[in-house]
Nanobody, 112 residues
Framework: QGQLVESGGGLVQAGGSLRLSCAAS?????????MEWYRQPQGKQRELVAT???????NYADSVKGRFTISRDNAKNTVYLQMNDLKPDDTAVYYC?????WGQGTQVTVSS
């Protein structure tokens, strides 16, 4: 089995920053598996925000390019999402995903 545990969400003013963490355990090895961050605003569909492959390639949704950065620490088996210049539209529950596993989500709220 695998487990993903997110942390780092919270309330921030527009223009501020947050860093989310996703600690993987069990059969999930971030250096081997693609890791993804999704988000789901209230009442809307879940959307892919950022991906980092086992080889280290990254990809971002157009809405976050230039503001968000996905990275990883292989030694800690942890993936991060650095979010800068946050906007109210970034308000959502953020989820970590790999293979068939999902984290429990962490709430990010950006006030205007």
């Amino acid at each position: 089995q695998g487990q993903l545990v997110e942390s780092g969400g919270g309330l921030v003013q527009a223009g501020g920053s947050l860093r989310l963490s996703c600690a993987a355990s069990g059969i999930i090895f971030i250096r081997l598996n693609a890791m993804e961050w999704y988000r789901q605003p209230q009442g809307k569909q879940r959307e892919l925000v950022a991906t980092i492959t086992g080889g280290g390639s990254t990809n971002y949704a157009d809405s976050v390019k230039g503001r968000f950065t996905i990275s990883r620490d292989n030694a800690k088996n942890t993936v991060y999402l650095q979010m800068n210049d946050l906007k109210p539209d970034d308000t959502a529950v953020y989820y970590c995903h790999s293979r068939q596993f999902w984290g429990q989500g962490t709430q990010v709220t950006v006030s205007s």
